[in-house]
């Protein structure tokens, strides 16, 4: 079980927005940056939010990201059937002095 | 534009040293830039390395870090994943990245490798 914590599926219909949870502690999330990735089935990762809320250049506005707290966001709009892959979240923990990823969401568009 | 293959054994046996190599395409690997590794055992979620920067420190996810090293050679463009004594449970893809400005703004990322950890 990972120290960050995301659900394990999440579902939208097209055009519908998801947000996709990160919940985390005050050694990880609260103090730290958070990123998150996608990644299409058999593929590589792809980054898809830095430093909380940033997108790389070629990343559509329809994906965001926040933090509140201990728990960050990404929260996706217009769902499309292109969206369905695996999300996962990533930041640094204090505690354990490394990088951590979630668990990851699988996100299925009906 | 900048890409990342990596390469190494399909298959390791159990106990052994499981190497994996790195190399950089269009780009400098001097460059002030992160190189690291990630894996994800199937089916599973992904795992940070470890990663070394442009003047050779390196950093050690802590659950591994008595066990890996990572290296690089400037002149040949390719970093080095050495990671002693696997078990089964470490068979995985392995990924290759380029971070920017932080460890985990991994925006550069290999196709990804295939190890099996097996007798």
């Known amino acids: 079980q990972s120290v960050l914590t995301q659900p394990p599926s999440a579902s939208g219909t097209p055009g519908q927005k998801v947000t996709i949870s990160c919940s985390g502690s005050?050694?990880?999330?609260?103090?730290?940056?958070v990123f998150w990735y996608q990644q299409l089935p058999g593929t590589a990762p792809k980054l898809l939010i830095y430093r909380n809320n940033q997108r790389p250049s070629g990343v559509p506005d329809r994906f965001s990201g926040s933090k509140s707290g201990t728990s960050a966001f990404l929260a996706i709009s217009g769902l499309r059937s292109e969206d369905e892959a695996d999300y996962y979240c990533a930041t640094w923990d204090n505690s354990l002095s490394g990088p951590l990823f979630g668990g990851g969401t699988k996100l299925t568009v009906l | 534009q900048v890409q990342l293959q990596e390469s190494g054994p399909g298959l390791v046996k159990p106990s052994e040293t499981l190497s994996l190599v790195c190399s950089v395409s269009?780009?400098?690997?001097?460059?002030?830039?992160?190189w690291g590794w990630i894996r994800q055992p199937p089916g599973k979620g992904l795992e940070w390395i470890g990663a070394i920067n442009h003047s050779g420190k390196t950093y050690y996810n802590p659950s591994l870090k008595n066990r890996v090293t990572i290296s690089v050679d400037t002149s040949k463009k390719q970093f080095f994943l050495n990671l002693t004594s696997v078990t089964a449970a470490e068979t995985a893809v392995y990924y290759c990245?380029?971070?920017?400005?932080?460890?985990?703004?991994?925006?550069?990322w290999g196709k990804g490798t295939t190890v099996a950890v097996s007798s």
């Open positions: 990245a380029r971070s920017l400005n932080y460890l985990l703004q991994m925006e550069v």
């Open positions: 269009d780009f400098s690997i001097s460059s002030d830039f992160y």
């Open positions: 005050s050694s990880n999330i609260r103090g730290n940056f």
